[in-house]
């Protein structure tokens, strides 16, 4: 199935002020534009999003800014963003706002230049915040700055556009290891598991999926087709964060683990239905209904009790809840941290294991191209008998004929032309400043951070070399003193070019 792609382009515009207010009746039953909370009930998509989903805060934001980030927050809305996404964008633009009332008296936004931003970052690193919190932070306020260029006739410039806080590395953790995925699976069959949380976890086991699509399903989400079966599962987020959605159909036969999961939904909808009748308007027609059962922590449960919609908290929950109660542990020996998103990177890296072009991937998991797929949920760097046998499979390479290669993995080399041709002729090899990248294949660095990368082999006859850009970088440091950031970032850049040397001295000693 493809999905048309929408680009809608709303930039603020003085002359529009009253248009915009007006537009709140849009969003909203009884939304005023002077409240410091917004209810965007109209703009309710889900039947099993909580109702906090729906509201705007703008308490937080200092008085000086606060009409400046409401029309924002309207543009947002226009632009087709859910209210949740506009509530957390807003979120994230607080501590920008109150830094600029603490440290420059509110000044007009107009004021902002390349000064403040660095003063701002200096603010972010000092503070607790998680990298990610940091660089959403950031992500927005440029934002902001961006859209509400023209404010009160004012142009505001926006030295926020190059994010410091970039995140370029896959996040691995997300990724379920095959032991833990093998030891969910048997749990996730047994009868004593509520029914409804098994349907969950063997949708997203075997669908790659959104935890919010999947619960938002209706009650007749299965139709046979052409002696097989489709599962309509909606989706927003290709069309633009519109109300109503677009239907996934999934084709299956009613066979193997497939028909398994038919047999779960089928069963889950003859409870949807007879709990119909005490569900509230606004929650009927769901799929993932259920009578609430309390598990206590000295064990035991309660009876069967308030019908309600399933929501990604509860969800969360009681994976967690099952894993602690099954003693599933990490390498670690701690319980494992299980979230619903996690199913996602699976699906589509154990997909592309199985040799699904990326096309199909795409379909089946309703992005628009190649490069979120690659980013954040391909990670195949942990499946690396994946990669070693296509490339063999396509240089026609034997087991034995590859294996003299990853004997120099990691190791410090003085190396001559022959041995140089000889790891170069791995295609996983790829030359870089002062040596050899042993498997390049699972490089996910910037310029400099392969020094620190356990795949870099330096030439030890280089040692010169790695000294001069010691210097050159302390040099750097020493001339950009007045510019932190710059300044910070060629000392850690020295630090790694000396951590290298230390390792060439080291290793020549070992060998005197």
Known sequence: MKFPQYQQIEIYDETQKGRYIELLQAF?????FDDDTWVCDKRRRNNTDPANYMNIY??????????????????????GNTVRTVRTSIGKIVPFTQF??????????????????IRFKEYLDGSKMAESTKKSIWLQTSSLLRTMDGFEGRTIKNPFTANPYIQKMKLDYKYIPESIACKLDEVFKREEIELHLRCVYWILRLIPSRISEVLAMKIDCVKPYNGKYVIFIPTWKQNGGNIEPIMRSIHIEDTGIAGYLLGLIKEQKKIANQLQTRLDVHKKGCLFSYQRILHYKKGGTSKAGVANTMLVSFVDYHFKRICKAY?????????????????????????????????QIADMTGHHGNAMIWNAYAHLNLRPETIVKKQRSVLKESADEDSKYILFGGRILGMDELLEKRLLRNIRAHRVPGGICGDVTGCKSDMWNCLTCEHFIPDSDQESYFVGQIVSWKEKAKRFEKMPMVRDNAIKTAGLFEDVVDKIRLEKLKNE
């Open 100 to 117: 600029l009332k603490e440290n420059y008296s509110a000044p007009l936004l107009s004021a902002c230049n390349i000064s403040i931003a």
């Open 28 to 32: 909203g039953s009884d939304i005023h």
């Open 327 to 359: 003693d599933i542990k990490d390498n670690d020996g701690h319980i494992y941290n299980l979230t619903s998103h996690q199913f996602r990177h699976n699906g589509i890296t154990d997909r592309l294991e199985a040799g699904f072009t990326m096309e």
């Open 58 to 79: 703008f308490a937080s934001i200092p008085y000086a800014y606060k009409n400046l980030v409401k029309y924002y927050g309207i543009i947002r809305l226009l632009q």
